[in-house]
């Protein structure tokens, strides 16, 4: 008996990984600099199932690290994960990559996936994050913020600016956040009525308050946006944690590299 359960759990044990599998999807020269591409194996392209580097490393034939360029953020996406290297002195016609990817599934469920509601109706200066969560990790900040208190903040950066001739003006923006940078807990806000709610802006600054380290980013959505747009943008919020996380690692030899 127990060897029939022990044998029912490696096959398991496979089936999962197998449905979880990390495929290198190509590796090449573009411009100056070498490109590698993952994505995972069978794994829906939406909002809900989401992959980023855990950590990764790539070689030469070798063993010689490639150096990152780090020209690409390390984000959750919804479909293949990038990473570039510097071009090797030596083009290489091989290329090895180890590492882990994080496969992040947010939910109500798992406490992971909050809907927020309209801008007009959240509070700004004030942290949004549930309760439930900060009863576990405290030190968590999200908020969306009010152009008096990014100006106050930043009064020392817009005056620099001004005094290279550019002006900086918060009003501008669309939508204003902050939050802090915690590795085992991202955090990432959705606008779920544009291109499935991760990439809804075409420019945006990203400024870090020096005194609390919080993150403050200040998103353009579209040109000439009125203020009751604005004020109608609904907003969503998925946070990373234990439950909503599965880290899959992968380790590919020799994988070709294009020319």
Do not use: C, W
């Not at 999962?16 to 070498?34: E, H, N, P, T, V």
């Not at 590795?183 to 709610?197: L, N, W, Y």
């Not at 802006?201 to 200040?218: A, E, R």
């Amino acid at each position: 008996m127990n060897k029939l359960l022990l044998l029912a759990g490696i096959i398991l044990s496979t089936s999962l990984y197998s449905q979880q599998k990390i495929i290198f999807d190509r590796a090449g020269y573009y411009f100056d600099f070498m490109e590698l591409s993952f994505e995972m194996e069978d794994k829906p392209n939406d909002k809900f199932h989401l992959i980023k580097f855990d950590t990764i490393t790539a070689t030469d034939k070798k063993g010689n690290l490639l150096i990152d360029n780090h020209n690409v953020y390390n984000i959750y996406r919804r479909a293949n994960i990038l990473v570039r290297y510097e071009t090797p002195k030596e083009k290489l016609k091989s290329v090895s990559a180890k590492g882990v990817v994080k496969y992040f599934q947010p939910s109500r469920e798992n406490n992971s996936y909050f809907i927020l509601g309209k801008v007009k109706e959240v509070k700004k200066d004030v942290n949004l994050i549930d309760k439930s969560v900060l009863a576990k990790k405290p030190g968590l900040y999200f908020g969306l913020v009010s152009v008096e208190s990014a100006n106050k903040i930043f009064k020392d950066f817009i005056n620099h600016m001004a005094n290279q001739g550019k002006k900086i003006d918060f009003n501008e923006y669309d939508l204003m956040m902050a939050k802090t940078n915690d590795k085992e807990h991202d955090m990432i806000p959705v606008v779920p009525t544009i291109d499935d709610g991760l990439d809804f802006s075409y420019n945006n600054i990203t400024l870090k308050d020096p005194k609390t380290g919080i993150i403050y980013t200040f998103y353009k959505i579209k040109q000439s946006m009125t203020a009751e747009e604005r004020g109608n943008i609904p907003l969503e919020l998925f946070i990373e944690n234990g439950e909503s996380v599965q880290k899959i690692p992968f380790d590919f030899k020799n994988f070709q590299v294009k020319q």
